[in-house]
C-alpha cells in the first residue's frame, strides 16, 4: 500500500463512529496521542462492530497497526457477502480509486474548503471551552449540497447555555428556495445558524455574500419594516488562524454600514470586518440568525435619508423651476418694456425727424418764394426789354442769352416743385410770360437774318478779329491790310441786303480799330521818318494805311495822323519823285 496515498485519503475519510462524522486521520491521531482511547476504541469495535463504519459505503471498519504503515483504519473483509462487496467495490477509500468523483472533487478544491472548514471548526470547537464536547456534530460530505431533503447543518454544536447552533458553509450559489427551507427549519427547531462564506465568497462580495447579508440575515416579512440586522460571516485564513491559535470557535463578522450616494442616488454600504467568538454574537429570536452590529437602523437612516434627499432634490428642482418661470417671465416683461421704449423712442425720433423735414421744407419755401419773387421782379423788367437798338448780331445773342435765362429758370422752378411740390402761380405766370416774350425776340431777330446769313457774317468777323490780334508790323502790315481791304470791298453776294448796313458797320468797326494801332506806330514811324532819311518801303506801308483809312471814317476823327499822314505823302513824292496812288 502507497503511505502518501494511504495518509492522503485518511485526511479526508470520514468514518461514523456513534452515530457521529470523524475523520480517521483524526481518529488515529487521538489514539496515537491517547493510548487509553486507543484501548476503549478497540474493545468497543469488537464488542459492536457496526458503531465504526465508513462514511461512503456505510459498511464496518476497524483498525491495523502496520510496522511501516503504523495505525490505520480499513474496511473489514466482505467474506461471503454478495452486498458487502459489491458496496466494496465503489467506494473509493477501499478501492484506492483517487479518480472517483469524491476524491477527485474534495482534492480538486471545489469541495475542498467545505470539507477542510467543516473539519477544521468541529475540531476547534470540541476544545473551546464555551462549547459542549460531546454536542459537536458534522455532517457527512454530500457532494448534491443543494439536495432538497438535508436537514442536517454541516456543523452542529450546542453552547453551554444549552443554545443549538448551526454552521452553515457557503462556497456557492444556493437556491433561494432551498435556503429558506434551510433557515426556517432551524428557527422551526430554535437552532442559531451562522451561513458562513467562504474567502471566495467573502472576497468577492458576489452574490451570495450580498444574499447572506442581505437575504438571511432576517426572518422574511411582506411589510417594509426592516427587521434584518444585515451581519454576515465568513471563515477566512485570519479567523482560521486565530481559532486554531487560541483553540476557540472565532469567525470574522461582516458588517455593512449604509450610506448615501447623492451622484447615483442610491443606498451603498461598505463592509466593516471584525473577528469574533462566536460567544460574542447576540441571538435574534426573530430570525435565529445571531449578530454582532444590528445595522438595520444603519440601512433605515440611510433609506431615510436618500429619501430625504431626493425630496430635498426634487424641492430644489421645483425652486429652480419656479425660479426659471420667474426669470423667463422677467425677461419677456423686460423685452415688451424694451420694445415699447424703443417703439416710443423710434415715434419721437420720427416727429423730430418730421418736425426737422417740416423745417426744412418751410425753409426751402421761403428760398423758393424768394427765388420766386426775384424772378418775377427780372422777368418783369425783361418782359419790357427789346434789343432793337442794338447791331442785329447783339439782338440775336441777347434773345438767346435771355432763352437760355428763361431756360434756366423755368428747368429750376421745375425741379423744385417737383421736390418739394412747391406751386408759385405768380411765377408760373411770369415764366408763362416770358417764355412768350423770348419766343418772339427769338424769333424776331431770327427772322431778320437766316442763320446761313448770320454764319457768314459771323466768319467775316472772325476773320477781323484775327487782323486784329497783335502783329509784327514790319512783315505782316501789307497782306493783313490787303485782306482787310478786300474784305471791305467785296461784299458776300449771299448777304441780304438788309444786312449790308449791319455788315459794313461790323467790319469798319473792326478796321477802324486795327487802324487806330496801326497809325500810333505810323505816328512813331513818321516822326521818325521825318528826323531821319525816309526809307520807301516804309512809306509804301504807311500809304497803303491812309488809304485803308481813308475808306473809313477815321480821318474825321484823327486829323493828326492823318496830318502826319499827308506830310509822308508828300515827302515820299519828293524822294521818290512818283506819284502817291
Ligand atoms: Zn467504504
Redesign the pocket.
Known sequence: MDLTASQKRSSVWEINYRERVSLASRLVKDMLDDEVKKQQLKINIADRPEQLK??????P?HFSEHIQLGLYFK?RAAGKDEEVRS??SS?P??TGDDRHPLLAQIYSGEGRWHFDTKHLIASILERDPLCKLDSVQVEKYIINHDENTKRRPDVYFEDLQDGKWAIELTNHWMNPTIAVERAKFFRNNDINVIWLLSPKCHLNQDSMFRFTLFGLSGKPNTTSEISSHFNGYAMDDDASLISKQESKFNIKALLPTFYVNRTENKVEYNVEEVIVHFSELHKDSESNVPYLDHKGINYQKAKNELEAYKADERERKKQLERADTERKKREKEARIKAAEEASIHERKQRKLAKEQKAKELANSKIEYDKFCNELIANIKNLLDSDFDDLPIFEAIKKSDDMRLYQEDKVSRIRSLNSKNNFFNEQVLKSLSSLRGHVEYLVSHYDSIMTSEQHAIIQSQLNRIDYLSEPFDYSYVYKPILSLALNMFENMPNRLHESFYQEYWTQISHKIRRFSTAVSQEVEVMVKDSLKQAPIPSHITKVIGAHNMLNKTDFANINHTHMNNIEQLKHLYEHISHSNFS
Open positions: 465508513c462514511g461512503f459505503c456505510d459498511t471498519v474496511h458496496l466494496h467506494c477509500f477501499y
